[in-house]
Structure formats: structure tokens, C-alpha cells
């Protein structure tokens, strides 16, 4: 079989595989990435919206994987949207050149800076918030939505109503930063350009205005001539060498996710950007498959980053609820992170369906006090993830409180519409951790008993950032890459 060589290959091209790309590019070196997703862009097959899924709506599924509402049934294609079920939780995920870019929300928070010193008391906190968090907003292409448009703008019903209702209840507000183009969608309401965030754009992608990382860190590092990314190319296991180089499985598929060429790459130095679940289940299957080397603390201090949905029924609803037409893309949450007993944010979430349910939605993110554990189960060679009620209970009483007190100020009930009992415990958007940041790998992602292996991504994170993770993964990996590049680790 003809082994392809590359001197440095990333799999996946998400944040951290698309910060790294471009920083070795900058320096000079020639890079590989390999993603099982499909390159959008490059198809010109269009991304579908919420109330019309059709190709990119999910990874090789038969249905709709949305978090509620799945009523269409699908042609299996290898969509933008994937979801990983366990026992009890479910993690969502893009496939995609550009990672959990192409799918999410875009919504991009810097951390408070003294959880940020609670999770990485080893890192110089003071260099982060005046370099690296700044260089991530810089590059993300971060902005912010102008006040009168929301004041004014028919979509941002909701977010007026969320606020309205929270500042009633006594909880503080905020504005929330995103890489969606805020001046793109002031034209889009005009009917100047082509809808995309207000015709129900986002989780199965957007045609326009989001800058995702193809339009960012991506374009930047093929504008260099030194990157070359292979979509549809999925790496199934790694073997070390007795060099310490690396060797490859890697399965190219069509669209239909049947395999169309089994391949071989060889390579010196190795990133691993698949994002905290893919890393971890690239690692831990190769271990159980060729005894590829990892210590046990591989797996340990994951989390949800306090991830917990619930929401309410009956809001507003004389006066046209939350509205009938809405923005895919959130602009508000509360912020009730400093109350000592119920420390929390909350992000006020659209739910654009197309009709007036005169409900509100809420994406909780809470602290991660009881962390979880990834394991491999060799008999079904698939991972598994201890994690239960137990380590959600905080999390519930936290939306219970929250719920309770809105309601009471402002009327409605909690959601039985959208969740049975009213509260969405295993939906999950930010796994985080696995591979942490100087435990699993040394100061800078060199993974323990490795000498050419990085992991650059969201595993690097113990299990909570305490707001949505990825512009925290972009100035981790920015300060990684950096450093890694400093000590001539790919010389
Ligand atoms: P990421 O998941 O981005 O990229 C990993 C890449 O590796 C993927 O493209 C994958 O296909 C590829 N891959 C995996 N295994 C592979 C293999 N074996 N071979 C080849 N390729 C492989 N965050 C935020 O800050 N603000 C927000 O608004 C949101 N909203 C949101 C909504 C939804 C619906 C989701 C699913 C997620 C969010 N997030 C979010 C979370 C955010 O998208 C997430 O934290 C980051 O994308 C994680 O970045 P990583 O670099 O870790 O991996």
C-alpha cells in the first residue's frame, strides 16, 4: 500500500487544528490537514435552515438531529450536524472543514478572568486578557450587535422580551459578543442582501454573515501556499513508531460515508485538533487497538461545561410571546455568575420555529464542581462516558431557582413543551477536557510519553470554562502553538 509522508498533519480543522495551521504556516512549514467532513465551500452544495433541513442538516442520519422538534426524515449525507449519544448525555458536534464553526452559534465569550485563574492557575493570567484573548477576538473577527437595531430589529423579539422579563426577576443582564457579521444583518433586514440569520440559519450552517473559520484562521493559512486540507478523509487509528514518528489509518469516503480508498499517511509531528471527543476517542481506540502509548490520567476531568437547557411556556402570551420571526443568533444572557448559591449564566436562546409558541429557551452554563470520566469499552469499541445525575444536580437546582423566580415575576410555566419535566439535563454543545493542559500533556499540549504528538483543542479544558468555550480554545491554542514553535518542537 502507498503511504502518503507529510512532515506535519493535523487531524481535524476545527479551532485548535485551524489556529495551528496557520501559525506553522506563518513559520514556514508545509502542513496537512485531514477532516472526516465534508469542504462546503469548495462542494457549493448550500447549507439547509432549521424549518427546511435537507444535506447538511446531520452526519449520516435517516432523521433530524435537532435538540427538539425532529419531524423530517433525511437522505443519510455527510451533514454539518453530528450528535454522539450516550447513556446519559448527548454531545453535539460540526463535521466540517471548520469544525463546531460551521454549526454553532457563534456566540464569543471571554471567560471571567478569575474563573479563568480558578481552571488555570498555572498560566499567566495577566498575558492572556492583554495578548492572547485580544489576538483571538482580533482574528475571530468578533463584533458586536448595534443597540438601536436590537431595539428596533422585529427578530430580536425575544432577546428584548428575555431581558425585560430577567430584570423584573432581579437577575443582571449582559450583551453577547459573536463572529456573525452584524452589519451583514442589518443589510439582510433591509432585503439588501440574502437572508441567512434571520431565515433561520445556523446549526445546519450558514450561507452567509457568520464568519466561520473558513472565512478566518483557515483562508489565512491556505493564503500562505503552505496548507493543504484533505475533507472526507477520516483518520480510523495512529501507531507509533519506533522512531516516534507516526503512522496513519486513514478511510476516504464519499458523501454517503462509505468508504471509497483506505489510505496510509506517515508523518513526523502530529497535532490532534478532532475536538474533545474525537481526540479522545482517536487516543484511546488506538491504545486498545496497537497498545499506542497513554498514560491513565487520559480521559479524566472531563465535563459539560455546565451545560443545561430548560425553558418556558405561556411567556407573553396576549402579546405575540417571543415573536414570531427570530434571529438564529443570541445576543443576551443573564449573568448571575456571582450569586455565591446559584452561580450561573444563561443565555437567552432563539427558537425559531416559525410560529408564535410564546416560549422562551435558556442554554445554562454552570460550574463543573463533579467532573466526569471517558473511557474505551473494548467489546463495543466505542467510548463511554461515567457521567450521571449525580453530576448534574447542582446544575438542575440552578434552573430550577431560575425558572421558578421568572415565572414568578413574570408569569408562565416551565417547559413541558420543549422537555419532559422542563429541564434538558443531557444536551450538550461544549464537551470540554480529557486531555488536560499540564496534567494529560506537558505546558504546552505535548502529550505525556510523546515526543511528536500535540493535542491542540477543547480537551485541553478541565471539563469548565464557564462561558461558551471557543474563543478560550483559539487563545489556548494561540499561546500552545506559539510556544511549541519557540522551543523548535517542529523544527
Ligand atoms: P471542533 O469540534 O471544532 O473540530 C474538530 C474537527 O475534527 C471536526 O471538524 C471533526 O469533523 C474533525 N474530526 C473529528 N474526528 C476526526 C477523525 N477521526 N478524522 C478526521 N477528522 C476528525 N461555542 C461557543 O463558544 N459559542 C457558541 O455559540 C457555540 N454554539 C454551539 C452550538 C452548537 C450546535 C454546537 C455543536 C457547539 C457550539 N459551541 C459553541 C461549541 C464549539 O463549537 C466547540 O467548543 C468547538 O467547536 C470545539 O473546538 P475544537 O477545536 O475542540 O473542535
Sequence with gaps: QEIVDAPIIIVGSGYGGAVSALRLCEAGKKVLILEMGLNWEKSGIPFSNLLKPGKSAAWLKKKTIAPFMNLFSLQPFTGALDRLDFEHINI??????????????????????SYFKEIFPQLDAEKFYNFYFPLARKELKVNVINEQFLHDCPYYKFTRVGEEEAHKAGFKTIRVPNVYDFNYMEKE????????????????????????????????????????????????????????????????????????????????????????????YLLMKSNAKNGFPLEKNVGENWGNNGNFMTGRNWVRPLSGGTGVQQSTIPVGGVDNWDDKEHPFFAEIAPLPMGMDVATALYLLINRVDKKGKVSYNTATQKLTIDWNENHTEKMRANADYFIKKMNRANGGTRSH?????????????????????????????????????????????????????????????????????RQNEFA
Design 92 to 113: 453535539w458536534v460540526g463535521r466540517g472543514v471548520g469544525g463546531g464553526s460551521i454549526v454553532n452559534g457563534g456566540m464569543a465569550v471571554t471567560p471571567k478572568e
Design 189 to 280: 433586514f433591509k432585503n439588501e442582501v440574502p437572508r441567512s440569520a434571520l431565515n433561520t440559519e445556523v446549526i445546519y450552517g450558514n450561507n452567509h454573515g457568520k464568519n466561520s473559520l473558513d472565512k478566518t484562521y483557515l483562508k489565512k493559512a491556505l493564503d500562505t501556499g503552505n496548507l493543504e486540507i484533505l475533507d472526507l478523509h477520516c483518520v480510523d487509528s495512529i501507531q507509533m513508531n519506533e522512531d516516534k514518528s507516526y503512522t496513519l489509518q486513514v478511510n476516504q469516503i464519499n458523501t454517503s460515508g462509505e468508504t471509497i480508498a483506505e489510505k496510509v499517511f506517515h508523518c513526523k509531528k502530529l497535532i490532534l485538533s478532532a475536538g474533545t471527543m474525537g481526540t479522545l
Design 417 to 485: 413543551f420543549l422537555f419532559k419535566n422542563g429541564f434538558g439535563p443531557n444536551i450538550c454543545y461544549h464537551p470540554l477536557g480529557g486531555c488536560v493542559l499540564g496534567e494529560a500533556t506537558n505546558p504546552y499540549g505535548k502529550l505525556n510519553n510523546h515526543e511528536n504528538l500535540f493535542v491542540l483543542d477543547g480537551s485541553l479544558i478541565p471539563g469548565t470554562i464557564g462561558v461558551n468555550p471557543f474563543v478560550t480554545i483559539v487563545a489556548i491554542t494561540e499561546y500552545c502553538i506559539e510556544n511549541l514553535i
